[in-house]
């Protein structure tokens, strides 16, 4: 059984080596893929120092509309599909997703932040279907109309459709594991900004029928 690693990334220079870094530590981790989705820094020179396969878009498009470039190249049967901006990421955090699949009878993991930082750790603990941390079997991410056009609101399209379909999911904690802030990223009004601007890409997946 395959295994298929994708990173989307915008604007990631910081923290995406680390995240590939992790992944080619990992036995059971058969590709790597990042998805460089129109950033303006060092994103894409960063990825390629790697020696990872990198798509390079020029233009952002979307979490959503990334993974599904990303899936056009992926050979994998599991999909694992992890942020760029993750802090304290460990071999321990790739395999507690994907051995569930792996070994038992589960279709998708969701990682749940949890003892990183107060902020992150809540916005999961309430919302666990906006964690961007998953694992899945790569049938059920064929079988999902539209998955290009979902943006931010990917991981809803995600749930709704796994809720929908009687698919089994099991969420996994993530010790220790956190993500920068877009404020930190950003600067705060810019932060903001693009945090309401995700919040209603959400709201309108939430609305919408997979």
């Not at 509309?65 to 992926?74: D, N, S, T, W, Y």
């Not at 599909?81 to 038992?104: E, R, T, V, W």
């Amino acid at each position: 059984m395959m295994i298929s690693a994708l990173i989307p990334a915008f604007n990631e220079e910081k923290t995406v080596g680390n995240v590939i870094g992790v992944l080619k530590s990992c036995e059971k981790i058969d590709e790597i893929i990042v998805i460089n989705d129109g950033s303006e820094d060092r994103t894409l020179e960063v990825a390629k120092s790697y020696g990872v396969d990198v798509i390079d878009l020029k233009q952002n498009i979307g979490k959503g509309g990334a993974i599904c470039k990303g899936l056009e190249i992926a050979k994998g049967d599991i999909i694992l599909i992890l942020d760029a901006d993750l802090i304290g990421l460990k071999k321990n955090h790739i395999y507690d997703m994907i051995n569930p699949i792996i070994f038992d009878n589960v279709d998708m993991t969701i990682g749940i932040f949890t003892n990183g930082r107060v902020t992150t750790d809540l916005a999961q603990k309430f919302a666990p279907f906006l964690s961007g941390q998953r694992a899945i079997k790569r049938h059920i991410l064929n079988d999902i109309n539209n998955l290009e056009i979902t943006r931010y609101g990917f991981e809803i399209a995600l749930t709704k459709y796994t809720d929908k379909h009687n698919i089994i999911v099991k969420e996994i904690p993530l010790d220790n594991l956190t993500h920068i802030m877009k404020e930190e990223k950003m600067g705060l009004y810019k932060g903001v900004k693009a945090r309401m601007k995700m919040y209603l890409e959400i709201v309108k997946s939430l609305g919408n029928n997979t």
